[in-house]
């Protein structure tokens, strides 16, 4: 037993301990080869000694194959064969304590001496700071051990073991991002296409750090096969966000930025993100350095946290009105826009999704938001300073004063000095130069003498966007729909039908609401019968829903069997040459992949705009992250239902002429007159998306395009 004992204490030991027992133990064969070698071969003692060390440890040059007698030879080839078992131990020895360190530094622990918890009369005798962890130590294990009674055990807590080792990044000016949810590697993905496209951010250049209640090496492994071949660093670290000593870990008080997601299963989210809040205050307090410079801390808010804050009732909103003061800037964002009205306005106005994704979003063919300020545009009108940029569009400012957002202002607006300049561009090459007029003469020319005043009348006077009335199916959507009817009736005009397939009636779905039609037939979602019981042949949009309350990839298998039957309907029986356009929702990015596969073979009879919530938010978050004062802009962009938003227009609505090109300056000017400003347009020929084009590009708006413009909400 106490050889048992002995050999165990030796395995765990560090590993020169192990290779100096090995040769101990090896000492006395060493000796008794030594001897017999002495007598069977004559040699001297010393001389044999040598010998059978060199042949037991492989040195360089000994030989077993010179022995001039038989029993030398055996003797030579039994210590040699002994030498191969000693050699083959050492070496194991050394390659598993590689292998430790390695898998040490890629978990981000320090590799030392195993710590073993004592019996607790025994704490006493360990260093001061590890005799009082023993002491403390509440693993639920080791209470029970205690009752044990064998003085020799020692019983090694593991979990202490892993607190007390990790290891702390050592950085500065870097990226937190706090807690673990499905927002994480979308949100990732962002920061490292923000990177390829060579963004110039501070945030890109400096490692991102994860701290999350999740195993590193989990976390490590799907980082690793998501992330594979992206220039960003990002490192990991397991721990609670709320422990000051977690969070240092993560170096959280010296951090530029620290992103707080949603805890993926706290059960209060609001009180877990407080207790962080205040976790990263204390982390600042022990950096003195530290306390005056600033830090933003972006915070993912609820979904269902849209109300405007109320004093008192949140404590995480008391708490953050209070930090507003000190050089810690937390920023709220949402994020949760409302999927089901943007779902409902997309169904009315095809491609408006897109848009949204591609301004929130880092991608090849999208833009993004800029803020800027331009000493030299002091002083001027807003006009003047919209004019004098032939890269990307300027949508508006925030004020210096007061950190107002002026989204879509008035042309006679002056700017004052600090104010910054939105800007919506492709890359950030953007500024002034000198001031183009855009109108000028092609007013009075191209409209047969119609003056600025009479051309906005006439574009005052045209229908507005979408004024034909739809044929709108939704399929699939169980539950309450009254927030569906009711973005459906904001968006659409008089006339629409709204039709929707359901094995019941839902709740909330009204007869008729602000001059839409609204009816249910009862029957299955996926069934032809039903399909031609609501005409669903001669549809313009399809909604697919109703797959909210099930597992992720569930609802995305549902989505593509419920698409496929759709599609199949209307191969054989569509009535219209015009495909209709499908609007649903995916929670996994490899989904739009099959789903555009599918679609490709259905013969032209669908067009679709697939929603993905998670990478919408996760958007937003990396350019906040990147630019806190973005927050107010992309907020009422996106979150608010009042206020200024995306819409798209018809060409007729500004009286373009669709036999003649308008360059994008052009369009600029007659979009101000109905105060909206055009950022971009999509062409009617192929459907492709253009975003901040150049002013001089020039282009036939048909009956089939549509300008993209930011208005104030109808």
């Not at 690793?224 to 008080?253: C, M, N, Q, W, Y």
């Not at 419920?562 to 015009?578: A, E």
Request: charged residues 20%.
């Amino acid at each position: 037993m106490q050889l048992t004992v002995a050999l165990q204490q030796v395995l765990l030991a560090n590993v020169l301990v192990k290779i100096g027992a090995v040769f101990t133990v090896a000492l006395p064969l060493v000796w008794l080869g030594g001897l017999l070698y002495h007598c069977t071969s004559g040699e001297s003692l010393q001389i044999s000694l040598f010998k059978v060390y060199a042949v037991l440890y492989r040195a360089p040059g000994a030989k077993v194959t010179e022995e001039t007698t038989l029993p030398a030879a055996l003797l030579m080839n039994l210590i040699f064969l002994c030498g191969l078992f000693t050699f083959a131990v050492v070496l194991g020895f050394v390659s598993e304590e590689i292998k430790t360190q390695l898998r040490s530094v890629k978990a981000g622990n320090y590799a030392g001496t195993p710590f073993h918890h004592p019996w607790p009369h025994h704490t006493a005798s360990l260093p001061g700071a590890l005799a009082s962890k023993a002491a403390e130590c509440t693993h639920p294990y080791y209470p029970l051990l205690n009752h044990i009674s064998a003085p020799q055990l020692t019983v090694k807590c593991i979990p202490c073991l892993a607190t007390d080792l990790s290891q702390k990044v050592i950085a500065q000016d870097h990226t937190v991002v706090l807690n673990w949810n499905p927002q994480l590697v979308p949100l990732l993905k962002q920061m490292a296409l923000a990177k390829s496209h060579q963004i110039n951010h501070v945030m890109y250049d400096k490692p991102i750090v994860i701290l999350a209640e999740r195993d590193k090496l989990a976390m490590d492994a799907e980082l690793e096969f998501i992330l594979r071949g992206s220039k960003i660093k990002v490192i990991t670290r397991e721990g609670a966000p709320h422990f000051v000593k977690d969070l240092a870990t993560v170096s959280a008080g010296q951090a530029r930025t620290i992103v707080v997601l949603n805890p993926d299963k706290a059960v209060d989210a609001v009180k877990s993100k407080t207790a962080t809040v205040l976790a990263i205050d204390a982390a600042r307090s022990r950096h003195p350095s530290m306390t005056y410079c600033d830090q933003n801390v972006v915070l993912q808010t609820p979904e269902e946290d849209r109300c405007p804050p109320v004093p008192g009732e949140n404590p995480l909103i008391d708490l953050l009105q209070r930090q507003q003061k000190g050089a810690c800037r937390p920023v709220r964002v949402n994020g949760a826009r409302d999927i089901t009205r943007l779902m409902a306005q997309t169904a009315i106005q095809p491609g408006v999704a897109n848009v949204y994704c591609a301004v929130t979003q880092h991608s090849r063919n999208g833009a993004t938001f800029y803020l800027e300020n331009f000493p030299i545009m002091t002083g001027r009108e807003y006009r003047d300073v919209r004019r004098s940029f032939s890269q990307g569009v300027v949508c508006g400012f925030v004020s210096k004063a007061d950190h107002s957002l002026h989204l879509n202002p008035s042309d006679q607006q002056t700017l004052e000095w600090g104010d910054r300049l939105i800007v919506l561009a492709n890359d950030d090459s953007f500024a002034p130069g000198q001031e183009h007029e855009p109108a000028g003469e092609w007013v009075g020319g191209a409209h047969d003498g119609e003056g600025p005043e009479c051309l906005a009348e006439r574009a005052r006077n045209a229908p507005p966007s979408g004024s034909n009335h739809k044929r709108i199916m939704v399929v699939g959507w169980g539950g309450d729909v009254e927030e569906l009817a009711t973005g459906l009736a904001e968006f659409a005009v008089d006339g629409t039908l709204v039709t929707v397939i359901s094995s019941e009636r839902p709740q909330g779905l009204p007869e008729a609401l602000r001059g839409c039609t609204f009816q249910h037939v009862e029957g299955s979602p996926t069934s032809f019968s039903s399909f031609h019981q609501a005409g669903l042949a001669d549809c313009d949009s399809l909604l697919l829903g109703g797959f909210g309350e099930m597992p992720s990839k569930e609802a995305d298998a549902h989505m593509l069997s419920t698409l496929m039957q759709v599609q199949d309907f209307l191969r054989s029986h569509r009535t219209r040459s015009k495909a209709a356009h499908l609007v649903t929702t995916i929670t996994h990015p490899e989904t739009t992949e099959v789903a555009n596969h599918l679609i490709s073979q259905g013969d032209n009879v669908l067009t679709a705009e697939l929603v993905h919530p998670e990478e919408l938010m996760s958007g937003l978050l990396s350019q906040v992250a990147a630019e806190p004062d973005l927050a107010p802009l992309l907020s009422e962009l996106v979150d608010n239902s009042e206020g200024q938003e995306i819409y798209l227009r018809r060409p007729e609505r500004y009286g373009l002429d669709s036999n003649k090109p308008t360059t994008f300056s052009q369009l600029s000017e007659l979009t101000r007159w109905q105060q909206e400003t055009a950022i971009g347009y999509i062409a009617g020929t192929d459907g492709r998306l253009h975003l901040a084009p150049d002013p001089q590009e020039k282009h036939i708006f048909d009956e089939h395009s549509r300008v993209v413009v930011i208005a104030e909400s109808e």
